[in-house]
């Protein structure tokens, strides 16, 4: 559900039509529903609202300072993977205490700098950083709460470049191994062994890889207790699917997987932490794009936009569908064809849709690519000294540019030319 719709025949972002912000901002630009994002963000919340329970928003799927503090202000927590995104969390005011940081390889600088500002626990993915962070705390006086990220061997059947819970991943310490690991880090006078992690992956529409290693957690949570740590949280990660190509892959909704969920966690008396990225902000953001010219090559027919891989990575990068749209509702029925949907890029690479068949777009028309507010702008670039994409937010009949574009004395700027040249 989300708040794009047609309205006296141009689409509309909550009550902005897109064609009067094209027409400002220019194309391309990410469009973000403030509604969506509110309302993905509670559905998931109250799923859980009679669990003692902590979402942390994942900024890696959208970390614009405007999304964060949207989010933020619902009452959400953060779920960071660099000192940069933990910055971008405190700046969106976000309170330490509802941070959470994960990553494989964090540097002892941002060990140092997430424990100056006191986050509320970090994800362990190794032993080796178990033993970094146990110094850098002793170092600052202080002790780390800590959660091992258990890799359950899990095939969550979801795109391999975004499967993180299988044994050949590096992500997470293996499940046989967890147990131990809570041992030592008991030893330790910089860490306390407080909570368990897991995140088997994303875009998962399938329960079943989720209540497998949900069991998992759940045992371990058992012999943990045993063991005599004092368990204080379950990090369920994040992972919940979205429907990105119409009716055809409809993800479960929050409430069946709370009911899992809350399955594995019953009677532990832990608080219930999670992750979710895409499924709060994908479908709250749309990718504007103008058609710049149409052409038919020997084999097919192409629809050049002035949005590109740079802009939108995930069709090339993961083969992602995204359904696309016209911004003009007459263009909805007319008999159209089958194209690529290709950008100015110079690879081959580089299309937002393959052998698509779409309504009939002349040079000039916009259309919409939709459920692109996660890893979009994100995952942008500059890539052939293209102007970094701009990102507007819709709040009712309000629209604000979040990001700029910026102007080329900005991108040139950022390099620096030796003196010897
Ligand atoms: N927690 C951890 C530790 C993660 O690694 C991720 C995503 C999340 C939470 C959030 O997962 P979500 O709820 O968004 O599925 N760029 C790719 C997705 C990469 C996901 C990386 N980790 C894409 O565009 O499909």
Same mark, same amino acid.
């Given at each position: 559900?989300?708040?794009?719709?047609?309205?006296?025949?141009?689409?509309?972002?909550?009550?902005?039509?897109?064609?009067?912000?094209?027409?400002? %901002?220019?194309?391309?630009?990410?469009?973000?529903?403030?509604?969506? +994002?509110?309302?993905?963000?509670?559905? /998931?919340?109250?799923?859980?609202? @009679?669990?003692?329970?902590?979402?942390?928003?994942?900024?890696?799927?959208?970390?614009? +300072?405007?999304?964060?503090?949207?989010?933020?202000?619902?009452?959400?927590?953060?779920?960071?993977?660099?000192?940069?995104?933990?910055?971008?969390? #405190?700046?969106?005011?976000?309170?330490?205490?509802?941070?959470?940081?994960?990553?494989?390889?964090?540097?002892?600088?941002?060990?140092?700098?997430?424990?100056?500002?006191?986050?509320?626990?970090?994800?362990?993915?190794?032993?080796?950083?178990?033993?970094?962070? @146990? =110094?850098?705390?002793?170092?600052?006086?202080?002790? $780390?709460?800590?959660?091992?990220?258990?890799?359950?061997?899990?095939?969550?059947?979801?795109?391999?470049?975004?499967?993180?819970?299988?044994?050949?991943?590096?992500?997470?310490?293996?499940? =046989?191994?967890?147990?131990?690991?809570?041992?030592?880090?008991?030893?330790? $006078?910089?860490?306390?062994?407080?909570?368990?992690?897991?995140?088997?992956?994303?875009?998962?529409?399938?329960?079943?890889?989720?209540?497998?290693? /949900?069991?998992?957690?759940?045992?371990?949570?058992?012999?943990?207790?045993?063991? *005599?740590?004092?368990? =204080?949280?379950? @990090?369920?990660?994040?992972?919940?699917?979205?429907?990105? #190509?119409?009716?055809?892959?409809?993800?479960?909704?929050?409430?069946?997987? $709370?009911?899992?969920?809350?399955? $594995?966690?019953?009677?532990?008396?832990?608080?219930?932490?999670?992750?979710?990225?895409?499924?709060?902000?994908?479908?709250?953001?749309?990718?504007?794009?103008?058609?710049?010219? &149409?052409?038919? *090559?020997?084999?097919?027919?192409?629809?050049?936009?002035?949005?590109?891989?740079?802009?939108?990575?995930?069709?090339?990068?993961? =083969?992602?569908?995204?359904?696309?749209?016209?911004?003009?509702?007459? +263009? %909805?029925?007319?008999?159209?064809?089958? &194209?690529?949907?290709?950008?100015?890029?110079?690879? &081959?690479?580089?299309?937002?849709? +393959?052998?698509?068949?779409?309504?009939?777009?002349? !040079?000039?028309?916009?259309?919409?690519?939709?459920?692109?507010?996660?890893? *979009?702008?994100?995952?942008? !670039?500059?890539?052939?000294?293209?102007?970094?994409?701009?990102?507007?937010?819709?709040?009712?009949?309000?629209?604000?540019?979040?990001?700029?574009?910026? &102007?080329?004395?900005?991108?040139?700027?950022?390099?620096?030319?030796?003196?010897?040249?």
């Amino acid at each position: 559900m989300h708040h794009f719709a047609y309205r006296g025949g141009v689409l509309h972002a909550e009550d902005v039509s897109v064609d009067a912000i094209a027409s400002k %901002v220019g194309t391309p630009f990410y469009c973000y529903s403030t509604a969506t +994002l509110t309302r993905h963000y509670k559905v /998931f919340a109250e799923a859980f609202a @009679n669990a003692d329970a902590l979402v942390c928003y994942s900024i890696k799927a959208n970390s614009n +300072l405007a999304v964060l503090k949207t989010l933020g202000n619902l009452g959400s927590g953060m779920d960071v993977v660099s000192e940069g995104e933990l910055r971008r969390a #405190r700046a969106a005011g976000v309170a330490p205490e509802k941070i959470v940081f994960s990553g494989v390889g964090k540097t002892r600088d941002e060990m140092a700098y997430a424990l100056s500002e006191g986050i509320y626990a970090f994800n362990v993915e190794s032993e080796a950083e178990l033993a970094v962070l @146990n =110094e850098v705390a002793g170092q600052a006086g202080v002790r $780390a709460r800590v959660a091992f990220r258990v890799n359950p061997d899990i095939d969550p059947k979801t795109h391999k470049k975004i499967s993180t819970g299988k044994a050949e991943d590096k992500f997470g310490v293996p499940y =046989e191994r967890a147990r131990g690991l809570y041992r030592e880090a008991a030893e330790m $006078a910089g860490v306390t062994p407080s909570g368990i992690h897991m995140h088997i992956g994303s875009q998962i529409t399938d329960l079943k890889p989720f209540s497998d290693a /949900f069991a998992l957690l759940r045992e371990l949570a058992g012999q943990l207790k045993e063991d *005599g740590c004092d368990l =204080e949280f379950i @990090n369920f990660g994040g992972g919940l699917g979205v429907p990105y #190509r119409g009716n055809n892959d409809i993800p479960p909704h929050p409430d069946e997987y $709370a009911a899992i969920v809350l399955a $594995a966690a019953k009677d532990l008396k832990v608080k219930l932490l999670f992750e979710p990225g895409r499924m709060i902000a994908a479908n709250a953001g749309i990718l504007v794009t103008r058609v710049l010219y &149409t052409k038919t *090559g020997a084999a097919q027919s192409f629809t050049i936009v002035d949005a590109a891989m740079n802009d939108l990575i995930r069709p090339t990068l993961y =083969e992602a569908w995204h359904d696309i749209i016209p911004v003009d509702e007459r +263009l %909805v029925d007319t008999p159209g064809q089958i &194209t690529d949907v290709v950008g100015p890029v110079c690879e &081959t690479g580089d299309y937002l849709a +393959l052998a698509r068949k779409l309504p009939e777009y002349s !040079s000039g028309d916009l259309m919409a690519v939709l459920t692109a507010g996660a890893y *979009g702008a994100a995952q942008s !670039s500059s890539y052939n000294t293209r102007l970094l994409i701009p990102e507007v937010l819709v709040k009712d009949d309000q629209y604000a540019l979040i990001r700029p574009r910026p &102007t080329y004395d900005d991108l040139l700027g950022r390099d620096k030319v030796p003196d010897w040249l």
